[in-house]
């Protein structure tokens, strides 16, 4: 989604804001702009519908330069995409770029026209733009008096601002800042971090965009609001108090968000799963014995109290919640459901204060999630966790417990090793589950090895990296398949028990990169209504490994070859399946028992990717998505 960054210092910052947004594209928009103060202090802006190379070209065009500055990727929400949309909006000599929605826009704009502000574009950011401007005016309904500076302006603003926001704002000839020039921030519901640099101070909505100039990054808090010179950074509270936050070093590495030789993000994140998997597993060692601390202090108590548990999630994430659904019933014994996200916020529900609350989040700023983790906190729970990749995302920071999966920097939009290391993560909770409930033996064996089952599904779980590296062998075989995929208009996919969430994963993938249309179904509602979609043109992909479910599945099947229909199946060795007729068949490596669905989730995403690459689409920034979804 929308992308944040700015900068104030001592060299001039143009080259530092453009490339600032080429490593935030992957978020997803459709036009980017940026506003500089130049040598004379005078505001200078560029913006450009489209790609960042498009506003390069008119910032060179234009000789744009400067060293204070701000710039923007905006994924249209109000307003179409358009040049006179696209951030930043201005007011009379200042400019403002904004992540998030402002909900009483509307409003706002109707008392800021009849004040005479006029109004040039059709988007939210706008309105705050005059907001401030408003402030620093005074003398009406949002300010008595003007406002001293630029700083307490936007403090004052943002005191009418109803919504979630990122903001970055800068304003030629400031009077609080006449000996240097400045950069306000603030910051509520929408991610905004700052940048400690050498030459000066920067902003940026993700840490990936700040590690060219800096590791060392302040994560605000929602209420801040700060003031950033090249010498100093100010901040005020919520509370209007000032606050010092702690600076930290960032972990992530430049070369963690670089493509190298691959062609895409997604297949290098497909190729990444044997690395984000043993990363995530990392902190198992040898162990024979899993520690409930792995999920925080308190977890082991926790555990213990919970007699059921509520999943929440967005999307891909969701299907991983719906996946360990299965495990936590089969293995621990405890009533499991999941709800979307976005559907649980509003939903008149009947808490139980003894469930454990997991949010599943890749990004940990999905707006929906965090709603839901509000929701489910206003009604009672208290025994909350999350399951993140970001450890300093907003997510992650209100949850009594936490497991940051270490799938490192996500940068394809189709979410694919950020699925793997949720789904180990999750492993790990049932596994802990099972054990504070008692359904897990710690017995020894008493010649001395240990054969518990804990033991054993530690030593899968070791091993799974390994077998992931297995099935990725597989890629010709799987990118045959493909050609014969992407002239389709649409696809089924089949899957029973914990395989049916990756059958949802799997279409999830081809529709979000491919744009064909396909459904999941678990294999056996197939005779209750989608039977009827089959024939000689529809591709069936089933899920078939070698589990109890298998003979089940092969009448599904059956159903499928009668009808014309073209099946692909992903099978286990063993499974007593024939390559024939409207029958393809791919091999895959080994059963994994309670762990397959995340070696055939994996054949999915390459299945997905090559079909993509045979139809030519943008892989990694598919149309109409963003990759953080941090509006609602
Ligand atoms: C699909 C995909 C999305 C996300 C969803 C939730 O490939 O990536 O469906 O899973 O938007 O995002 P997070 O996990 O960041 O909360």
């Not at 605000?220 to 108090?241: C, F, K, M, Y």
């Not at 394809?412 to 897990?440: E, I």
């Not at 995340?598 to 079909?611: G, K």
Request: proline fraction near 4%; aromatic fraction near 6%; include cysteine.
């Amino acid at each position: 989604m929308c992308g944040i960054v700015g900068a104030v210092g001592a060299t001039e910052c143009t080259p530092f804001l453009l490339s600032g947004l080429r490593t935030l594209e992957y978020r997803g928009y459709d036009s980017a702009g940026l506003a500089l103060l130049d040598a004379s202090g005078a505001l200078v802006r560029a913006r450009a519908k489209g790609r960042v190379s498009e506003l390069e070209r008119r910032v060179a065009e234009q000789g744009v330069a400067g060293r204070v500055g701000i710039a923007h990727t905006r994924w249209a929400t109000h307003g179409v995409p358009a040049e006179r949309n696209a951030h930043p909006h201005v007011s009379r000599g200042l400019a403002v770029v904004h992540n998030g929605i402002i909900e009483n826009y509307a409003e706002l704009k109707q008392q800021l026209q009849a004040l005479g502000y006029a109004f040039t574009s059709d988007t939210d950011t706008e309105t705050i733009a005059h907001l401030v401007q408003a402030c620093l005016a005074g003398g009406n309904a949002f300010a008595d008096a003007p406002a001293a500076d630029l700083f307490a302006a936007v403090r004052c603003a943002v005191a009418h601002l109803e919504g979630a926001y990122a903001l970055a704002v800068v304003r030629e000839e400031e009077p609080g800042c006449s000996e240097e020039p400045c950069l306000i921030v603030a910051r509520e519901g929408s991610p905004l971090m700052l940048g400690v640099g050498e030459q000066g101070h920067y902003a940026a909505s993700d840490a990936s965009a700040l590690l060219s100039v800096t590791r060392r990054m302040i994560y605000l808090e929602n209420g801040d609001v700060g003031r950033l010179t090249r010498e100093a950074i100010e901040l005020i509270d919520g509370q209007g108090q000032p606050v010092a936050r702690e600076v930290v070093t960032s972990s992530l590495s430049a070369d963690a968000v670089e493509l190298g030789d691959y062609r895409h993000y997604m297949q290098k994140e497909i190729f990444e799963q044997p690395q984000a998997l043993g990363n995530t597993l990392e902190m198992l060692g040898g162990a024979g014995r899993l520690q409930p601390g792995i999920f925080g202090a308190d977890a082991e108590a926790i555990f213990a109290e919970v007699d059921a548990v509520l999943i929440l999630a967005c999307g891909t994430s969701s299907y991983a919640g719906m996946t360990a659904r299965y495990w936590i019933e089969q293995l621990a014994n405890l009533p499991c459901s999941v709800e979307i996200a976005s559907e649980y916020r509003y939903r008149h529900s009947v808490a139980n204060p003894r469930q454990l609350v997991v949010v599943i989040s890749q990004s940990g700023e999905t707006a929906d999630t965090l709603a839901a983790l509000h929701h489910a906190k206003a009604m009672g729970h208290t025994r909350t966790l999350a399951i993140c990749n970001v450890p300093e995302s907003a997510i992650v920071r209100e949850t009594a417990l936490r497991f940051i999966t270490r799938a490192g920097p996500e940068i394809g939009v189709a979410s694919t090793k950020a699925f793997t290391t949720q789904l180990a993560a999750l492993f790990l909770l049932t596994l802990l589950l099972a054990k504070a409930n008692g359904r897990l033996s710690n017995e020894s064996a008493n010649d001395g090895v240990d054969d518990s089952p804990e033991q054993a599904f530690l030593t899968e779980l070791r091993h799974l990296p390994v077998a992931v590296e297995k099935l990725l062998a597989l890629e010709p075989e799987i990118e045959a398949w493909a050609q014969r995929f992407a002239h389709k208009q649409h696809a089924l996919f089949l899957g029973r028990g914990h395989h049916y969430p990756i059958a949802l994963e799997g279409t999830l993938k081809l529709k979000e990169i491919s744009y064909i249309h396909a459904e999941a179904y678990p294999a056996g509602e197939l005779k209750h209504g989608p039977l009827a979609l089959v024939d000689a043109e529809m591709p069936v992909v089933v899920i078939a490994p070698n589990d109890e479910l298998l003979e089940k599945l092969k009448a599904n099947m059956q159903e499928v070859s009668a009808r014309g229909g073209q099946l692909y199946v992903f099978a286990d060795g063993c499974c007593g399946f024939e390559q024939g007729e409207g029958v393809n068949l791919i091999r895959l490596p080994e059963h994994y028992g309670l762990l397959s669905p995340v070696l055939h989730v994996v054949a999915l995403q390459l299945l997905a990717y090559h079909v993509a690459l045979v139809k030519g689409t943008d892989v990694d920034k598919p149309r109409n998505l963003a990759k953080s979804v941090t509006v609602e």
